[in-house]
């Protein structure tokens, strides 16, 4: 390349750089302000966990099996989360049926079907924004809706339909993203040797968008699973499993995991100081596993372009 004026070519100035060699002082600087903001984060994270591990102890030791499989009890030495956790597991089964199906058929239209209108346009904003909502605001919504207009009761249909709709932006989001990946050449080759569109929808995009949508759906199970406060709206705080059949647990008082952390931690006793702990402890390796999970399948069923 010839060099007009004096003026360096890019290789030139590139090499010439190279053999100047000297310190980036504003990206040393920034550099090291990333790492120590990276370091007290995990800090804080470490602090906290190792102070929940240590309170739990006790528990964790003592009574591993019996604090799992143990009914509540106003007495410490017999209270356990075998409730919080069945009321966990149901609720979740609500959101799958409920929210995912749901979720996953609204992206499929809106990013398939729809066309690129400014009503399409302001429903995915919308939901965009919901997916920000705090949670609290679902749980008003629920006690509203579900609770009295409805008639349901504080009852665990209500909280798992609460749940259902706090994760269904999340889900709508996630699939679309997921559908947005697939190459468009993959619909155009289906498209070109006579396939319809659902038959390109449900032989190539989904199953090519499946990795994506089931690390999101697992993910938003996740997320329903830690959520307190709009169970604390619609009841879940005081309530215990009814005695009677499948109907009663459906129909009437309830609980769940979170919340039972949430009731004990305002008792005055200090044994419920090591229950709330080893509450946690079981909460935290739930969602962990959870997402995991999601990791270990997007890394199994990912697909390169």
């Known amino acids: 390349m010839a060099v007009h004026g004096g003026a360096l070519t890019t290789r ?3 090499e010439q750089r190279l053999r100047a060699g000297g310190a980036d002082m504003p990206g040393l ?3 090291a302000a990333l790492l120590l903001s990276l370091l007290i984060a995990l800090g804080v994270l470490v602090v906290l966990v190792a102070d929940i591990l240590i309170r739990s102890l006790p ?3 003592d009574r591993p099996l019996d604090f799992l499989t143990s009914a509540l009890s106003s007495r410490p030495a017999r209270a356990g989360i075998a409730q919080g956790i069945l009321g966990s597991v149901l609720l979740m089964v609500f959101v799958s049926v409920v929210a995912l199906p749901l979720g996953i058929g609204a992206a499929v239209y809106l990013e ?3 066309r690129d209108t400014w009503w399409s346009r302001l429903i995915r904003t919308n939901i965009r924004n919901l997916a920000g909502v705090p949670s ?3 749980g008003l919504m629920g006690l509203a809706i579900f609770v009295s207009t409805l008639g349901l009761g504080k ?3 209500a909280g798992g339909l609460t749940l259902a709709v706090l994760v269904l932006p999340i889900a709508v989001i996630t699939t679309s993203e997921a559908l947005r990946a697939v190459p468009a050449s993959i619909r155009e080759a289906a498209l070109g040797v006579g396939a319809t569109r659902w038959e390109t929808i449900r032989s ?3 199953p090519y968008a499946a990795p994506g949508i089931l690390t999101g759906t697992i993910l938003s199970l996740a997320r329903a699973f830690g959520e307190t406060a709009p169970l604390l709206m619609v009841g879940a705080i005081a309530g215990t499993f009814s005695s009677g059949g499948i109907e009663d647990m459906l129909t009437g008082s309830y609980t769940a995991l979170p919340t039972i952390v949430y009731n004990w931690s305002g008792q005055p006793q200090d044994e419920f100081r090591a229950l709330t702990a080893a509450a946690i402890v079981v909460l935290l390796v739930v969602i962990l596993l959870v997402n995991a999970s999601a990791i270990i ?4 069923y990912d697909r390169r372009w």
């Open 12 to 14: 030139e100035a590139v």
């Open 29 to 31: 600087v920034l550099q």
């Open 59 to 61: 528990v964790l030791t």
């Open 112 to 114: 398939e079907y729809a």
């Open 136 to 138: 609290i605001v679902f």
């Open 155 to 157: 009852s665990l249909i």
């Open 204 to 206: 190539h995009v989904v």
């Open 297 to 300: 399948l997007r890394n199994r």
